[in-house]
């Protein structure tokens, strides 16, 4: 069966430091790959996606994601934390064998924490 | 600005009645979707439309019906069919065809069943 995987609940960290969100996938063929935020009582917003191509990815508000096809993994991070990054974050997939964005999978979320 | 437009906010309902939610995009999106987000799960497709007067289910469509007679609105009803509708409602669309595009995601809706 294909799934997403967001191994933590929550994510602590000091502002300034750096912050990685985890995300591993199973899924048939290469992947499309998302993250998205949400921030409390508010819709979800795209961040950044990896079709294909480098595996380094950058995003909106600093973000970045890193594809890891060994390790079916494509972790957030951002190298410095502010307390304004504090939210839920989603990762999606679609298997590129799928024919449209409604077969997107979703995590479960990660909800995210800066201290200051 | 272009979006979506979701309404109402906040929504309280009595048991065995219908109410219907409020999808409006700007985007000139041929793909819209309703999702359904409950604490500590992913979002869960509840209908998708990719054309006008098309809609197709989703994964979790018993309870619900949609339409689709405009480009840029995508109702939904929640009937008294709906065994645990209190839910924070989420509809969204996208540019259509087989590549992989981003949603674009409306504000929300809160329903709470009394």
């Known amino acids: 069966a294909q799934s997403v995987a967001q191994p933590e609940d929550q994510v602590n960290v000091a502002e300034g430091n750096p912050l990685t969100v985890k995300c591993t996938y199973s899924v048939s063929g290469n992947p499309y790959l998302f993250w998205y935020v949400q921030y409390p009582n508010r819709g979800l917003q795209f961040l950044l996606k990896?079709?294909?191509?480098d595996n380094l990815v950058k995003g909106s508000y600093g973000f970045e994601a890193e594809f890891n096809k060994s390790q079916t993994s494509f972790h957030l991070k951002k190298p410095s934390a502010l307390v304004s990054d504090s939210a839920l974050y989603f990762c999606a997939v679609r298997a590129s064998g799928m024919d449209s964005n409604y077969q997107l999978i979703w995590g479960a979320g990660t909800k995210l924490i800066i201290k200051p | 600005d272009g979006g979506i437009t979701q309404s109402p906010k906040y929504l309280f309902r009595k048991e065995g009645q219908n109410v219907t939610l409020s999808c409006e995009q700007n985007?000139?999106?041929?793909?819209m979707y309703w999702y359904r987000q409950d604490p500590g799960q992913g979002l869960r497709l509840i209908y998708y439309s990719q054309i006008v007067n098309d809609f197709q289910k989703g994964d979790i469509a018993e309870g619900y019906s949609v339409s689709r007679e405009k480009k840029e609105s995508f109702p939904l009803t929640v009937t008294s069919a709906q065994k645990n509708p209190t839910a924070f409602y989420l509809c969204a669309s996208s540019i259509g065809g087989v590549s992989p595009r981003e949603l674009f995601f409306g504000e929300g809706s809160r329903l709470t069943v009394l």
């Open positions: 985007l000139n999106h041929d793909a």
């Open positions: 990896y079709i294909t191509g």
